[in-house]
């Protein structure tokens, strides 16, 4: 237990049982093993026969004394290292050398702990004696591990991994989380709040100041997400370097070569929208890639295509083409448009840039601005069109029915082109957030058939059901049940959505046809073989049936909107038979 001790020439209890198997008087034996080992004050002697009388044991005076003594010196070493002596590091290291042999003794092990933290730069042969002794190892500082990790990247993946798998858990599990609303989805936290959260701020630490700590974990995120294809990855290393940001550390942000593009498109996720002054200076920086340097394009488009990064881009393109509707403008003539729209593809493209190793801009498919564009603002056209005559006295209405089918343009570059489908997707959430049930019916056997099967994602599927209810009274209606029900049971080969569905219905189950109900609950039956998540849902939705059954629904509250998008006025005249988006 007090190993070390003989090193520094201080007896031990080997050396007080040796004292007593040999002498004759054990007694005096005792008594000048206490005065040669006690504390070294003359004046202390005549005073201890006074705790004697008062039945303090000599232990506990003692133990008082060194607690005493050790937060001092713990104090002290603290001072010297954060004083500007020119050899403070010099007396740090000569105190380690004596003290680090009484390293394993508990009530000193604080101490050496204390000047191996504050250290800049530990002795290789005590860091190496630290990382070979797993307890050592364990209650050491994070500023003596971070020595240890930047020469260890396997120890540190180790310790990192962790946190890497936990964090992906926590974003799965938000998006099948069991609330189910517009106002509190995926997207609704701030990106501060989203970087304080738990992981972010563990990594941010261990990493500190050390830029090899960094590039090893990027190095971790890039290599996962090539293994997994998972967006939330990009997330991380977006969150990771924004989170060194808000704490000024610069070393870091300062080699970062996307720290001024993250930081100016982490301000566009917060507002929600591209505005036109921040457009400029994302062009700029994507302009200003150095020949030499296109790797920087990796890195780039990992932070774009983060989700929120994602969503924020095509939300800024839904609005601008709002804008360019009430302008009778066409899509390419916007170069804000353009530019969103090449940010969009350089973010959809990072896998196979990172995988590929080509680090070249995706070239953006032109008939994605003259075709599929102008083939949604038809759609839009036909709805307004359709308003517009639904609202004229009886006898000027045309025969005309709403269109049920969609331009070949529109559904084609949804099937084939993944910039296209992220547009066209949003869009289905926009008309849902209108509650345009015409336009969605029309829309949604569309997503039977995307680019990569993207409309069976979880994050358009988690937002989907939540746009879902604002129009939860359309449900009572056989022909719209039969539309959203049939496209989403079309693919209930991925399992994610048959969870969705069930997520979806134990809201909104009230409010479904009952006969539809009924017809949907044998289709839903969970395979004998599923996870435990989906049996819960399933068992959850029977429980509400057969509470219904015995009691009426609950009233519904409509939920007040702020929406994120600001309705744009647009002309009404003949020439101009446009709405907004």
């Avoid at 990192?160 to 997207?187: G, T």
Wanted: aromatic fraction near 6%.
């Amino acid at each position: 237990m007090f190993a070390g001790l003989p090193e520094l020439g201080i007896a031990n209890g080997e050396d007080l049982k040796e004292t007593l198997t040999n002498c004759t008087e054990p007694l005096k034996a005792i008594d000048q093993f206490q005065m040669e080992n006690g504390i070294l004050l003359p004046t202390l002697q005549s005073a201890l026969p006074f705790l004697d009388l008062h039945g303090t044991p000599r232990l506990e005076f003692h133990q008082s004394v060194f607690d005493e003594l050790r937060e001092k010196l713990m104090e002290r070493v603290a001072i010297i290292a954060e004083g500007k002596d020119e050899d403070r590091y010099t007396k740090l290291e000569e105190l380690l050398e004596k003290s680090f042999p009484l390293v394993k003794i508990p009530s000193i092990q604080p101490v050496v702990m204390q000047v191996l933290k504050h250290l800049p730069k530990v002795p290789e042969k005590k860091l190496k004696l630290v990382m070979a002794d797993k307890e050592l190892y364990k209650v050491c500082a994070v500023e003596v591990k971070r020595q240890i990790w930047q020469d260890n990247q396997a120890l540190f993946g180790d310790e990192v991994s962790p946190l890497l798998k936990q964090y992906i858990v926590e974003k799965e599990a938000a998006l099948f989380s069991s609330d189910l609303s517009i106002l509190h989805n995926f997207f609704s936290s701030s990106p501060k709040t989203r970087r304080q959260g738990e992981v972010v701020t563990k990594l941010t630490q261990m990493i500190g100041k050390n830029v090899k700590l960094y590039d090893m974990v990027l190095q971790f995120l890039r290599t996962l997400f090539l293994r997994t294809r998972n967006v939330h990855y990009c997330t991380l290393r977006a969150e990771l370097l924004m989170s060194l940001h808000d704490l000024d550390i610069s070393e870091i942000c300062s080699v970062d070569p996307c720290h001024k593009f993250t930081w100016c498109l982490d301000a566009c996720i917060r507002e929600k929208f591209v505005d036109g002054k921040r457009a400029r200076e994302l062009q700029g920086f994507l302009d200003g890639v150095k020949k030499g340097h296109e790797q920087v394009l990796g890195d780039l488009s990992m932070i774009l295509c983060d989700p929120f990064a994602c969503n924020t881009l095509v939300l800024s393109i839904i609005r601008n083409l709002q804008e360019l509707l009430s302008q009778d403008s066409l899509p390419r003539d916007s170069p804000d448009l353009l530019l969103l729209l090449r940010m969009l593809s350089l973010g959809q493209g990072a896998w196979d840039m990172i995988d590929s190793q080509v680090f070249k801009e995706p070239r953006l498919d032109l008939e994605v601005v003259t075709r599929f564009l102008p083939a949604m603002m038809s759609v839009v056209v036909d709805d307004h069109t359709f308003i517009v005559e639904q609202k004229l006295p009886n006898e000027e209405k045309s025969s005309l029915s709403y269109p049920t089918t969609l331009p070949d343009a529109f559904s084609r570059y949804l099937q084939d082109n993944r910039v296209a489908c992220e547009m066209g997707l949003y869009y289905v959430l926009h008309i849902a957030k209108l509650r345009n049930k015409n336009a969605l019916q029309r829309l949604l056997p569309a997503l039977v058939d995307t680019y990569n099967d993207m409309a069976f994602g979880d994050i358009f599927l988690h937002l989907l059901t939540g746009h879902l209810t604002l129009l939860s009274d359309e449900f009572g209606s056989e022909d719209f049940c039969s539309v959203v029900f049939d496209v989403l049971q079309k693919v209930q080969k991925h399992k994610n959505v048959h969870r969705h569905i069930l997520r979806m219905l134990v809201h909104l189950h009230h409010k479904v046809l009952p006969s539809y109900m009924e017809t949907l609950m044998k289709t839903l039956e969970p395979p004998k073989q599923c996870s435990e998540p989906l049996k819960e849902l399933h068992s959850q939705l029977t429980e509400k049936l057969e509470a219904q059954k015995k009691s009426p629904p609950p009233p519904d509250e409509t939920p007040s909107l702020d929406l994120g998008l600001h309705p744009v006025s647009v002309p009404t005249t003949p020439s101009t038979p446009t709405t907004p988006l």
